[in-house]
């Protein structure tokens, strides 16, 4: 896969298969969680995640993980439910979060099923395979840079959920890898 994606000078998506999906029992329609930063990079992955779960008549959960400084910023009740047993906040409707919104409107014009949720955590990766079992998402739609160097690296994050996730993956690597800059010419 890294030779390949290395020597590819375009788009390209490494999918691995779990659960039902590796079996060969494909479950229909898909549950397709796409986690979204505001980034050209994660709104690819985002479009990629509307129009699988439009081919499959699935839906999609937009996970925004917001920055842990962002509590300040919430009302009272928001800052201190962890006392009540929450760290985050679910929207089913179009919140006041701009970054899940996008995708929440992008969805709406192609007919998917949409829900925007918004955590608060510090490990990104730890909100993310929370919200796959507690949404009991079957797939992972996420964007991705790929790193310069060998082997094929997509950062820590996708690292940890190309580990760890039980559900399908799809990572999507919308520009092409970075070549290192040759040092330059003895002279």
């Given at each position: ?64 993980i917001a920055a842990r400084n962002a509590a300040a910023r919430r009302p009272l009740r928001g800052r201190f439910g962890a006392l009540f047993g929450r ?101």
């Amino acid at each position: 896969i890294a030779q390949s994606a290395a020597g590819f000078s375009g788009p390209f998506a490494v999918v691995l298969a779990r659960r039902e999906h590796r079996s060969g029992r494909l479950r229909a329609p898909l549950n397709i969680l796409v986690p979204v930063s505001g980034t050209g990079v994660s709104r690819r992955g985002a479009e990629l995640a509307v129009a699988l779960a439009q081919g499959s008549r699935g839906s999609v959960t937009a996970l925004h993980i917001a920055a842990r400084n962002a509590a300040a910023r919430r009302p009272l009740r928001g800052r201190f439910g962890a006392l009540f047993g929450r760290q985050d906040e679910i929207y089913d409707e179009p919140s006041n979060n701009p970054i899940t919104d996008e995708i929440v409107q992008l969805a709406r014009a192609y007919s998917v099923n949409v829900r925007s949720a918004v955590r608060s955590h510090r490990e990104a990766e730890t909100a993310i395979l929370r919200e796959i079992g507690a949404g009991r998402h079957d797939v992972l739609v996420m964007g991705v840079s790929p790193r310069p160097g060998d082997p094929l690296n997509f950062g820590d994050l996708a690292a940890v959920l190309l580990e760890r996730a039980e559900c399908s993956l799809v990572l999507l690597a919308a520009e092409p890898t970075a070549k290192p800059e040759a040092p330059p010419a003895a002279k």
